[in-house]
């Protein structure tokens, strides 16, 4: 599929399978053609400008978030009348889905929630965290290494990330088989449209919750020296206590959000590496180019293709006027490609100056408070693999030879990766 043949009316973006698994040719045509598009089918408003999109970021005001997890089809279960539906909204929150998690909160309770959420965060926090993400990878490495092959999604990430959460939370290593085996359920299938067989995250979640109210009553009960207590005590800007279950909820989706994200960008970073041997022999000689070359790759590639959002009382977009009730997709990972915003959007190049400027994580009150994390859990992972190996090198037997490869990817219009990354590499004698 190129550029030219894009007829955004006769492309569903949310169904076709050609634009799940490649998105760029949509993108490109929509941002030069459409930077702000009603969508006929669902009448979805998609967004691929980077200014319109950090309009939408930085107004909370007028565009909800608590559509955020949802799909293109927005059947709202209240008549639409006069011209702000907020309160509307609130009362119908359980009509939606992952209604009881903070990145669909609006202020004031997104406000109040995040003040917790970033308490357990803290930059002390992430730099104590750093030294068990380095312990981490090498203990990893050390069981993967010596096999000269591994399946890296599932073999690596998946693991490294829950537990990378599990710590910074202060889960006790002792319980950390558990969360590997709440989250050990194996890739799903084809992810497409809106009545899309979703990745299933309740159950997961349910058990989390159960976990940390148990650890939040008894930190309550007999406060200890350690990061849970910190939580089990947070309190609310005014100074009142959480119920158990709302930190159990904000702590919860920490894992969710690593599973969503993280791993994602860990394993297209790999892909690219495995993929380039030129890239590969830059990043092993100037190793601190490592950094750069994750934001380039979360600018072109981001995990996240985008999120829904509901316009709260009338508005206008990119010339379109928007009536309270619309249903609006930010499409960050189009608006990495922006060239108002990058200079030739469709070159990767490692030391581009404002890479980081990408929309990956958001930005406005919902920017992504695992971040930090995320970076640092990724930076750590490549180093750490360079460093040990001599080459990486996508196995062919799986993925087919160079120029023809058959990525085992997540088609999705919400979600871009690999379901599957099989690598070879030859481990640095010892």
């Given at each position: 599929?190129t550029?030219?043949?894009?007829?955004?009316?006769?492309?569903?973006?949310?169904?076709?399978?050609?634009?799940?698994?490649r998105?760029?040719?949509y993108?490109d045509?929509?941002?030069?053609?459409?930077?702000?598009?009603?969508?006929?089918?669902?009448g979805?408003?998609?967004?691929?400008?980077y200014?319109?999109?950090?309009q939408?970021?930085?107004q909370p005001d007028?565009?909800s978030?608590?559509?955020?997890?949802?799909?293109?089809?927005?059947e709202?279960?209240?008549?639409?009348?006069?011209?702000?539906?907020?309160?509307?909204?609130e009362?119908h929150?359980?009509?939606?889905?992952s209604?009881?998690?903070?990145?669909?909160?609006?202020?004031?309770?997104?406000?109040?929630?995040?003040?917790?959420?970033?308490?357990?965060?803290?930059?002390?926090?992430?730099?104590?965290?750093?030294?068990?993400?380095?312990?981490m990878?090498?203990?990893?490495?050390?069981?993967?290494?010596?096999?000269?092959?591994?399946?890296?999604?599932?073999?690596?990430?998946?693991?490294?990330?829950i537990?990378?959460?599990?710590?910074?939370?202060?889960?006790?290593?002792s319980d950390?088989?558990?969360?590997l085996?709440?989250f050990?359920?194996?890739p799903?299938?084809?992810?497409?449209g809106n009545?899309?067989?979703q990745?299933?995250h309740?159950?997961?979640?349910?058990?989390?919750?159960?976990?940390?109210?148990?650890?939040i009553?008894?930190?309550?009960r007999?406060?200890?020296?350690?990061v849970?207590?910190?939580?089990?005590l947070?309190?609310?800007?005014?100074?009142?206590?959480?119920?158990?279950?709302?930190?159990?909820r904000?702590?919860?989706?920490?894992?969710?959000?690593?599973q969503?994200?993280?791993?994602q960008i860990?394993?297209?970073?790999?892909q690219?590496?495995?993929?380039?041997?030129?890239?590969q022999?830059?990043?092993?000689n100037?190793?601190?180019?490592?950094?750069?070359f994750?934001?380039?790759?979360?600018r072109?590639?981001?995990?996240?293709?985008?999120s829904f959002r509901?316009?709260?009382?009338p508005?206008?977009?990119?010339?379109?006027?928007l009536?309270?009730?619309?249903n609006?997709?930010?499409l960050?990972?189009?608006a990495?490609?922006d060239?108002?915003?990058?200079?030739?959007?469709?070159?990767?190049d490692?030391r581009?100056?404002?890479?980081r400027?990408?929309?990956?994580?958001?930005?406005g009150?919902?920017?992504c408070?695992?971040a930090?994390l995320?970076?640092?859990?990724?930076v750590?992972s490549?180093?750490?693999?360079?460093?040990?190996?001599?080459?990486?090198?996508?196995?062919?037997?799986?993925?087919?030879?160079?120029?023809?490869?058959?990525?085992?990817?997540?088609?999705s219009?919400k979600f871009?990766?690999?379901?599957?990354?099989?690598v070879?590499?030859?481990?640095?004698?010892?």
């Open positions: 599929m550029t030219v043949e894009i007829n955004p009316v006769e492309v569903d973006f949310f169904t076709d399978p050609d634009v799940a698994s998105a760029e040719p993108f045509f929509m941002l030069k053609n459409h930077p702000v598009f009603r969508e006929p089918k669902y979805v408003v998609i967004v691929t400008g200014e319109e999109c950090l939408v970021y930085h007028v565009y978030s608590i559509n955020r997890t949802g799909g293109p089809i927005l709202l279960p209240f008549e639409v009348t006069g011209d702000d539906i907020t309160d509307l909204l009362q929150r359980d009509f939606f889905s209604n009881d998690q903070i990145v669909t909160f609006d202020p004031p309770k997104h406000t109040d929630h995040r003040a917790i959420l970033m308490g357990l965060i803290t930059p002390k926090r992430l730099k104590e965290n750093e030294e068990f993400l380095k312990r990878a090498d203990r990893y490495l050390d069981e993967l290494l010596p096999q000269g092959e591994c399946e890296f999604v599932w073999d690596y990430s998946k693991k490294y990330t537990l990378a959460v599990g710590d910074l939370l202060g889960v006790p290593e950390f088989p558990m969360l085996e709440i050990s359920a194996g799903q299938g084809p992810v497409l009545l899309e067989l990745v299933n309740h159950n997961s979640l349910e058990r989390l919750y159960g976990y940390f109210i148990e650890k009553e008894e930190r309550r007999e406060p200890r020296e350690d849970l207590t910190g939580m089990a947070a309190t609310f800007p005014d100074g009142t206590l959480p119920e158990p279950i709302e930190v159990a904000i702590a919860s989706n920490m894992f969710q959000a690593g969503e994200t993280t791993v860990m394993g297209i970073c790999l690219r590496i495995a993929d380039d041997q030129g890239l022999e830059l990043l092993r100037e190793p601190k180019l490592i950094p750069a994750i934001e380039e790759t979360l072109v590639e981001a995990p996240i293709k985008g509901v316009v709260k009382r508005t206008e977009l990119g010339g379109l006027e009536a309270p009730g619309t609006v997709m930010l960050h990972g189009a990495g490609r060239e108002k915003i990058f200079e030739n959007p469709a070159d990767f490692v581009r100056p404002n890479a400027q990408h929309l990956a994580f958001g930005r009150i919902h920017t408070p695992g930090p995320a970076r640092a859990e990724a750590f490549l180093q750490r693999f360079l460093e040990r190996t001599e080459s990486i090198s996508i196995d062919e037997s799986h993925h087919g030879p160079a120029g023809a490869r058959d990525w085992d990817l997540i088609r219009y871009r990766g690999h379901q599957h990354l099989y070879t590499y030859t481990p640095v004698e010892q």
